[in-house]
């Protein structure tokens, strides 16, 4: 793996927005980072086909997160391992596969019943306790580009000496992942600490001491509020070095990613697509990130926050527009809002699988318009107008 910040922002609280391009070897095209990781069950995205993943834009869509514990009800790793690993599994080979323990939509920690011996989470399997030996056993099979190491992860309202035995773990854990790794994937080191900016800052300079090539920031969307966001983010990458990526899982809403992108993280998870699209929701705000009127959204309507649409809404009933005028994705060249809402009321699946088609091209374009905003030097002005644009919009709907 190769990594290299090519543009730093130039605007106030340090700069710290980043541009980077990201190449691995079987990827023919580096990546350009901020970027998003499609979120996946068993390597291939909630409702596209692989078939259908070439309608996404390229090479900006060739990064899919995937969690080792959704195999635990399939495939048993040795299955995988004589297939060749995930890649020739799925017969997806210019694809980036990410490996993150945690899956912010099946999988979740589940702290309380973590242990010195391994990590908890709550899979459709029901409660397991992953040790580190058995999830390198499953990294080792399914020969991911990157992976993150196990980690201990808390929400935001456990205690002081919860969050620090929860570090202490996550290191240890680190130290036997690294011993017991596979010969080919890039090393991502946990960084945790729940809501104590110390840990987090402790942890962050202890991983960074380790022989990874980069870093995941693990404990985040697990009930921190976004005030305490901004500072636990802040102690967890100023002790990073800058020359290595970071990835963080948890930040779904576009805010929370200008956030994290403000922070300095480069690779985000998109567990906010599927929850959009199971909704039955169509992404909508404006993409040009140098909009002088950013506020000045497309849509007024009462199903509508002015960033998405519910089309599942009578009112889209009879409308034949496309979900956004002027959309390139193959939804929107292709079919109606009306259309969808009928596939939505009669429960045919092909409403997920336009809906997934377009928010991913959608949500895609929104890292397309940070990263543009980041290399003319005006990604905080950005920020602020989106934010801005976003508190007003929605208080105006709750009204």
């Avoid at 580190?132 to 205690?159: F, G, R």
């Avoid at 929860?166 to 991502?188: H, N, Q, Y």
């Avoid at 920031?217 to 921190?224: D, K, M, R, S, V």
């Avoid at 998109?270 to 140098?290: A, E, N, P, Q, R």
Wanted: proline share 5%; glycine share 8%; net charge neutral.
């Amino acid at each position: 793996m190769k990594f290299a910040v090519k543009t730093w922002s130039s605007g106030g609280g340090g700069g710290r927005a980043r541009i980077g391009v990201l190449q691995l070897g079987n990827c023919p095209t580096p990546i350009e980072t901020p970027s998003l990781l499609l979120s996946t069950r068993k390597g291939l995205p909630y409702f596209i086909s692989p078939d259908l993943l070439s309608s996404l834009p390229s090479p900006r869509s060739h990064l899919l997160q995937v969690c080792p514990l959704h195999f635990l009800d399939g495939l048993s790793t040795k299955t995988i391992s004589r297939v060749g690993g995930l890649h020739q599994m799925l017969m997806l080979p210019e694809y980036i596969l990410a490996a993150v323990p945690r899956d912010s939509i099946q999988c979740l920690p589940e702290a309380d019943s973590s242990n010195k011996a391994g990590a908890s989470f709550e899979t459709p399997c029901g409660r397991c306790l992953i040790k580190p030996v058995e999830y390198m056993e499953m990294i080792s099979s399914m020969k991911p580009n990157l992976w993150a190491t196990l980690a201990d992860e808390v929400p935001a309202w456990v205690s002081e000496k919860r969050n620090r035995t929860s570090v202490d773990r996550t290191l240890k854990w680190l130290d036997a992942c690294i011993a017991s790794r596979p010969a080919e994937g890039a090393v991502f080191g946990a960084i945790v600490g729940g809501s104590s900016l110390e840990e987090r800052k402790r942890c962050a300079q202890e991983v960074a001491k380790r022989n990874v090539s980069g870093y995941w920031i693990g404990g985040f969307g697990l009930g921190e509020s976004r005030d305490e966001r901004s500072a636990l983010l802040s102690a967890a990458t100023e002790s990073l070095p800058q020359e290595k990526p970071r990835l963080i899982c948890g930040l779904g809403l576009p805010e929370e990613v200008l956030q994290g992108v403000a922070a300095g993280v480069d690779l985000f998870d998109s567990t906010y697509i599927y929850h959009l699209t199971l909704g039955g929701f169509g992404l909508t705000f404006l993409l040009d990130s140098m909009e002088d009127n950013i506020s000045d959204f497309q849509l007024s309507s009462a199903d509508t926050d002015h960033t998405k649409i519910n089309l599942r809404a009578t009112v889209y009933r009879k409308d034949t527009r496309p979900i956004v005028e002027g959309c390139s994705c193959y939804t929107c060249q292709n079919h109606s809002r009306a259309y969808i809402n009928h596939l939505l009321n009669v429960h045919e699946m092909l409403a997920q699988i336009l809906l997934e088609i377009h928010n991913t091209h959608h949500f895609l374009g929104f890292f397309k318009a940070i990263r543009e905003a980041i290399k003319v030097g005006k990604f905080e002005e950005f920020e602020h107008k989106f934010v801005q644009a976003r508190r007003h919009q929605l208080a105006a709907a709750a009204v």
